[in-house]
């Protein structure tokens, strides 16, 4: 007589377990967990039914023919696909908000009921603090000459029946509540019972002179107008920011867009994963943390600029002009320094007319330099592979040394350098430009693998296009390229 | 009763379950992917026959099923 597996039974539990808790506790990531460690069930099912093996040997009862049954192997090949799928698509989430994917089905089967959110007023003190809570939707604040806050909006449910989706906009009132000097504006998307998924657009009027804070989960927010500082913290938020008197903080985990114009106080970015950033014409300080993936502009900030991403640390103390940047390469142009800038990920770097000195190191690429026009300042630029252009204003006076261990040295400076090789017959084999004009400050520049040029800037003309590469010297040719100007 | 062939038969499915889990554990939190650490499977599953194979015969009726009566 055999007794069955108790492997069968088990998994139908620990399955059951699996969609009651993923019931109960929606916000537990248990789609990941699943997608993760599914392994492990295989691993538990084949050491249970071993056990079992080993005890019926034990006990001397009839073994079964086969540890595991054919139909066992096929369920275990389904797991393996369904859990590698599911591995993937965790991984790769770009459909983050999908319904199934959730385990939400009225994100499947639902259907969305618009409502319109009646204009509702409330008196602000003249230094009001506002304070918005909006899980899902959209914020657009208004400062304007005005005593009160007034509120509008629209409201979307995604709900399977119309009548879930009346009784969800009931049990959801957008409500404005005043406790001292602070009004809070709440959506109270959380109060809602059934599963229906809401997302509230709000439009809000406030007093010019109003502080403002906004919590939400989802929602893209644009403020504009307001004397008062603004302070935002969302999960997943791109933020439209203009004509701000006062301070910018703002606190994402994901950000497709910030963009801020004409911010007058200090701008505080923190993302956890964002794209594209543009801050334009900032009175105070800017700090941007985070890592992005899309283009970086700073145009415009009357103090000091600090960048810093876990690949990238950029500090500038005055940007009258404008830097760019993105995944590969780093440009700007009129920065006050002394400018600092590191990064480890390969970026070709050009700046132009920078003043009070330079410190640049870069693991891979590119470095074009054109500092302002006088006074030059010192510079230490460093790539450990790359090529380095430096053009400086034919009356700039300095003390230069510039390095390559693997490459050739381009000399526009003549005699007045002293340019040395390594090996006279090969000039790949690296070398040195050094020497003084003047009086004037030190410039290291050091390549371990790439050529060095050293040029005289014309004057105010536009930067040279990139040179296209130089062909390979022929060897034992040990002419040196020299333009005597 | 059993024989020793009859154990290492019925072991070899739950054995080759634990390695796959195994090998797609490592593919997720260790440092080899699946498809490199594949063929493990077809060596547990080789070594398992092998074991089949020189493991002593059933012998129907014989008192002790290990080492059996010579």
Avoid at chain 1, 142 to 153: K, P, T, W, Y
Avoid at chain 1, 296 to 315: E, M, N, V
Avoid at chain 1, 364 to 379: F, H, S
Avoid at chain 1, 413 to 433: C, F, M, P, Q, W
Wanted: proline letters at 7%; hydrophobic letters at 40%; charged letters at 20%.
């Amino acid at each position: 007589m055999r007794r069955g597996s108790l492997v069968g039974p088990l998994l139908v539990i620990l399955i059951g377990v699996w969609f009651l808790v993923s019931s109960l506790r929606p916000d537990l990531p248990l789609f990941d967990l699943a997608a993760r460690f599914w392994p492990f069930v295989l691993i538990g099912w084949g050491v249970l039914r071993f056990a079992e093996i080993l005890l019926w040997a034990a006990q001397g009862r009839p073994l079964p023919r086969a540890g595991v049954s054919p139909g066992e192997w096929t369920l275990i090949v389904f797991i393996c696909m369904m859990g590698s799928l599911l591995y993937v698509v965790n991984r790769h989430r770009p459909w983050q908000n999908w319904g199934f994917i959730t385990g939400n089905r009225v994100e499947i089967f639902g259907r969305p009921y618009d409502f319109a959110i009646p204009e509702q007023t409330a008196p602000a003190p003249k230094a009001a603090r506002i304070l918005v809570e909006n899980l899902r939707g959209g914020v657009r604040i208004v400062g304007a000459d005005a005593q009160e806050i007034r509120v509008s909006g629209r409201k979307t449910i995604r709900a399977l029946q119309e009548s879930d989706a009346n009784n969800a906009h009931k049990q959801t009132p957008v409500e404005i509540s005043t406790q001292g000097d602070q009004t809070v504006v709440r959506t109270n998307q959380d109060r809602v019972t059934g599963e229906e998924r809401i997302s509230t657009d709000l439009e809000l009027t406030v007093p010019r002179t109003a502080s403002v804070e906004i919590r939400g989960r989802n929602g893209d927010l644009d403020i504009s107008d307001l004397n008062g500082p603004v302070e935002v913290s969302s999960d997943s938020a791109s933020v439209r920011l203009q004509n701000i008197a006062s301070s910018v903080r703002l606190d994402l985990r994901k950000s497709e867009l910030v963009r801020a114009g004409s911010v007058k106080g200090n701008f505080e970015l923190q993302s956890g994963r964002g794209r594209d950033v543009e801050l334009d014409t900032i009175g105070g300080e800017v700090t941007v943390d985070g890592s992005y993936s899309g283009d970086l502009q700073f145009r415009d900030c009357a103090k000091q600029l600090k960048f810093q991403s876990p690949q990238t640390d950029l500090k500038v103390e005055k940007l009258p002009g404008q830097i760019h940047m993105d995944l590969g390469s780093l440009s700007g142009s009129n920065l006050v320094g002394p400018v600092r800038l590191t990064s480890n990920r390969a970026r070709d770097v050009q700046l132009e007319q920078f003043t009070q000195g330079l410190e640049l190191y870069l693991d891979r690429g590119d470095i074009t330099l054109r500092p302002a026009q006088m006074p030059l300042a010192k510079i230490d630029a460093r790539t450990r592979s790359g090529q380095i252009d430096l053009a400086l204003p034919g009356s700039a006076k300095f003390e230069l040394k510039a390095t390559t261990s693997r490459g050739d040295l381009n000399n526009e400076y003549g005699t007045v350098l002293k340019t040395e090789y390594e090996n006279d017959r090969r000039h790949e084999a690296g070398g040195s430009i050094s020497g003084s004009v003047g009086e004037g400050p030190a410039l290291t520049l050091t390549t371990d693998r790439g050529t060095i040029t050293i040029r005289k800037d014309t004057g105010a003309a536009p930067p040279a296009p990139p040179r296209p590469p130089k062909p390979p010297k022929a060897p034992g040719v040990t002419s040196i390229e020299i333009e005597q100007h | 009763m059993n024989s020793v062939r009859a154990l290492v038969r019925a072991i070899r499915g739950p054995i080759l379950l634990i390695t796959l889990g195994s090998l797609f554990a490592v593919d997720y939190f260790g440092p080899y992917p699946f498809s490199r650490t594949w063929p493990i499977l077809l060596i547990v599953a080789g070594a398992l026959w092998l074991l089949e194979r020189i493991a002593p015969a059933s012998d129907p009726g014989a008192g002790s099923p290990v080492g059996g009566a010579v």
